[in-house]
């Protein structure tokens, strides 16, 4: 079996889950997170996005070593911007070998 590679924005998400077929609404604060919801709405007409855990939710500014190493590609169903700056987005995990 040969698995194809590509590229897909992290969202990092503090205290939370979201697993293969789940639907999730998920409010998202962060500047970084938020570029990569914007990245994923313009480049990628599947809307995909890989959701990444906080090893520390408190943490506004993980590196690559404060994030899990596994996580849930999923689809951006809906996205919403608030008034207070934040974002709402209602997702959908992707089983494995359909994110592609």
Not at 6 to 19: A, C, K, Q, S
Not at 25 to 54: M, V, W
Not at 65 to 77: E, H, N, P, Q, R
């Amino acid at each position: 079996m040969s698995e194809e590679l590509f590229d897909v924005p992290i969202v990092t998400l503090r205290d939370m889950v979201v697993y293969p077929h789940g639907v999730q609404p998920l409010f998202i604060g962060t500047e970084k997170s938020i570029r990569a919801l914007e990245h994923a709405q313009e480049n990628d007409e599947n809307k995909r996005i890989l959701l990444l855990a906080k090893k520390e939710p408190g943490n506004e500014k993980p590196g690559k070593d404060d994030l899990y190493s596994f996580g849930t590609v999923a689809t951006i169903l809906q996205l919403i911007r608030l008034p207070d700056k934040t974002v709402k987005i209602l997702v959908e995990g992707i089983p494995s070998g359909e994110g592609r």
